[in-house]
């Protein structure tokens, strides 16, 4: 059953006839600007997202689970709460409990499955268990010197993990419980408890695949928090869809045998986190699991017998395989929250290629062992073909936090005060195919929209090919050099970074290094104005503008100025080693994007992502704002050869700098 969900009709009901609707100035980007979910300050996590069809209504909701303590992360208390959307992700009704407060629930993630009748019918996994629970004769205080202090309160469980079931579009969750066992393996058997407790942690929503439901899990070794040797591990119960009392389900622990994934290197040996796919239709037992580590690189392992057993794990690179082994570019990400999932196929697609989506932090920074870098999630778009092999696109930002960070304060530890940006995002497609996703700063849970038009150009980023128009203010060629009026283009004044604008500025090159260094400059486009600001006269000038030059690295960098201080300067990492001084034609795009105070750098095809460094974009200044930029200078002093130049007054998108390069070489 396919249910369009209601739009808001009334919206613009007050409107005059004939008067434009109302044009929203909020980017959609900012954190801020999703609407929120519920705020009650304490601590959310693990907030997840359904469409369900709504029998009473007559129309689809949004349903979202989350759990929440009114203290912090891994705190006493935690309980696990259902909410719904009845208007699209604008209003959310109060918090339900799931469960009783006796013991803790945490770590819910619903699973949507339609019945046979056509009816829609919700799962809903988690974790229940008494909070901090010492082994056996040991002082239960964390003044004990016995054991490693028990910080959190959401890692221990007896039993396994639990499930209920809602049959009225998460309305309610039923009276009773249902165990899914866990097997106990070498890593349960050797911690405080000897297995009598486990430590586990559950961060993937189930997904159904081959008709079998599958979850990842990490466990963790001394259930006291993501601590280092965590494994990974995968829950399936091929018969839980079909039977008529779930009781009767059956539950597989994967891989088979007594260890788990776990990390290709990094000190902490960890498998944090972890997610598990299908990767396509045409191969069903091919499954592909990704978790975080604290290296700066995301761990990666395919199996190809339903989980049973894995090939050796790697770190993941844009190819979808090892380095060396056909990967060439890391996907880089600290040990932060990312969220892969399917996409939907389009109702006439037969070609067997799967599409995913997943947000990501896109650095590699490593500092407090791995809890840094969250201010900035980057979305990327993956495709599997009939090899078996999800390759993924360049991202584009998603979705950025510019407020109070808290990562900077004194009582900072790994355990908890980890919340500098969004993170824990789950996704959802719409009945009318909108994407959508709910995320938190662990202070407050926000539903947010993807731009189609975002979508759109990730989805087709691999073959793509044109010159944008849309704010294009100058198009200057060394071909019609000899043009009027083409020889000295007018530049535009670019817009003021503090309004949430921004620019590009894309050259199109070639040259060999020793002539580039001996004369470098290849745009200059600065002022030279009065430094009065409303005040009496002054001889005093300022010069405000940009210029792009190349360094004595041989990179290409970009410096801005707005004469009274605010500046920056921002330079490829990676041209030197990608050849660019190599005698061919090659396009770099400088993006400055205002809205999350980000400035990128795509070289021919790729996003630049710093090489050996642990990022390849950077933040500017706040401040940074008006910089003219409409006295032009091309190639005033340049040893190589400049043969295109473009500006453009907004930001354009990592894509659209890709097709530009792509449509150039062409």
């Given at each position: 059953m396919i249910v369009r969900m209601d739009s808001d009709s009334s919206r613009f009901a007050d409107a005059p006839a004939g008067f434009a609707p109302f044009a929203s100035r909020v980017d959609p980007r900012d954190v801020k600007a999703g609407s929120v979910v519920s705020d009650r300050n304490g601590y959310y996590d693990s907030q997840n997202i359904v469409a369900v069809y709504d029998k009473e209504l007559g129309a689809a909701v949004l349903s979202v689970v989350l759990h929440h303590s009114e203290n912090r992360e891994g705190g006493p208390g935690l309980q696990l709460f259902g909410t719904r959307s009845a208007d699209n992700g604008k209003t959310w009704s109060p918090l339900v409990p799931i469960d009783s407060p006796d013991r803790q629930s945490h770590d819910g993630y619903q699973l949507l499955h339609r019945m046979a009748d056509g009816s829609e019918r919700l799962f809903v996994f988690y974790g229940w268990n008494h909070g901090s629970q010492y082994p056996p004769g040991a002082e239960a205080t964390e003044a004990s010197d016995s054991l490693t202090p028990l910080r959190r309160t959401?890692?221990?469980?007896?039993?396994?993990?639990?499930?209920?079931?809602?049959?009225?579009?998460?309305?309610?969750?039923?009276?009773?419980r249902y165990l899914v066992p866990v097997r106990r393996t070498r890593i349960d058997r050797d911690n405080p408890w000897g297995g009598e407790t486990m430590g586990m942690f559950l961060c993937?929503?189930?997904?159904?695949?081959?008709?079998?439901?599958?979850?990842?899990?990490?466990?963790?070794r001394d259930g006291a928090g993501e601590t280092p040797g965590s494994e990974v591990f995968f829950l399936r119960s091929s018969n839980l869809l079909h039977v008529s009392d779930l009781n009767d389900a059956v539950w597989e622990t994967l891989p088979i045998g007594d260890v788990g994934?776990?990390?290709?290197?990094?000190?902490?040996?960890?498998?944090?986190?972890?997610?598990?796919?299908?990767?396509?239709?045409r191969l069903p037992a091919r499954l592909f699991s990704l978790w975080r580590?604290?290296?700066?690189?995301?761990?990666?392992?395919?199996?190809?017998?339903?989980?049973?057993?894995?090939?050796?794990?790697?770190w993941l690179t844009y190819e979808g395989l090892p380095l060396g082994e056909g990967g060439h570019h890391?996907?880089?990400?600290?040990?932060?929250s990312i969220t892969p999932y399917r996409l939907r196929a389009a109702p006439d697609s037969d070609s067997g290629v799967a599409e995913f989506v997943m947000l990501f932090y896109n650095n590699g920074r490593t500092d407090r062992l791995g809890y840094t870098g969250r201010r900035v999630y980057w979305i990327t778009v993956g495709r599997s073909g009939d090899d078996g092999v999800i390759t993924w696109s360049q991202p584009e930002i998603a979705l950025y936090w510019d407020g109070q960070g808290f990562e900077e304060r004194p009582d900072w530890n790994a355990d908890w005060a980890i919340v500098d940006g969004p993170g824990y995002p789950d996704w959802v497609e719409l009945p009318d195919g909108t994407l959508a996703y709910v995320e938190s700063n662990k202070l407050a849970v926000r539903y947010h929209e993807v731009e189609p038009r975002l979508l759109q150009y990730l989805r087709a980023q691999h073959t793509l090919s044109l010159v944008p128009s849309e704010g294009k203010v100058v198009d200057w060629s060394a071909h019609?050099?000899?043009?009027?009026?083409?020889?000295?283009?007018?530049?535009?004044?670019?817009?003021?970074?503090?309004?949430?604008?921004?620019?590009?500025?894309?050259?199109?090159?070639?040259?060999?290094?020793?002539?580039?260094?001996?004369?470098?400059?290849?745009?200059?486009?600065?002022?030279?104005?009065?430094?009065a600001l409303g005040?009496?006269?002054?001889s005093k000038r300022t010069t405000k503008g940009y210029e792009v030059s190349v360094t004595d690295d041989g990179e290409i960098e970009?410096?801005?100025?707005?004469?009274?201080?605010?500046?920056?300067?921002?330079?490829?990492c990676v041209a030197v080693a990608s050849r660019i001084w190599d005698g061919d034609d090659h396009t770099v795009s400088f993006i400055v994007d205002g809205g999350p105070k980000v400035v990128s750098v795509v070289l021919d095809e790729r996003l630049d992502d710093g090489g050996a460094q642990p990022q390849g974009w950077a933040f500017h200044s706040r401040e940074l704002g008006e910089i003219s930029g409409s006295e032009l200078l091309v190639a005033p002093d340049f040893g190589g050869e400049l043969l295109r130049v473009l500006v453009y007054d907004r930001p354009l998108l990592t894509t659209e700098a890709i097709v530009l390069a792509r449509s150039l070489r062409t």
């Open positions: 959401d890692m221990q469980l007896d039993e396994g993990y639990w499930f209920r079931v809602s049959d009225d579009a998460g309305r309610t969750w039923g009276s009773q993937d929503k189930p997904s159904v695949i081959d008709g079998a439901v599958y979850m990842a899990f990490q466990k963790t994934l776990q990390a290709p290197g990094g000190q902490l040996c960890l498998g944090e986190e972890p997610h598990v796919l299908a990767v396509n239709d580590a604290e290296t700066g690189q995301l761990a990666a392992a395919y199996s190809n017998d339903a989980g049973r057993s894995w090939g050796d794990p790697f890391l996907i880089k990400n600290p040990r932060g019609n050099a000899g043009n009027a009026g083409n020889a000295a283009p007018r530049g535009a004044v670019l817009p003021d970074l503090r309004s949430g604008g921004g620019f590009t500025i894309t050259v199109r090159l070639s040259g060999q290094l020793r002539s580039a260094l001996d004369h470098r400059v290849l745009l200059s486009a600065f002022s030279n104005v009065t430094a005040e009496e006269p002054t970009l410096f801005i100025t707005d004469g009274f201080g605010a500046q920056m300067r921002h330079a490829t």
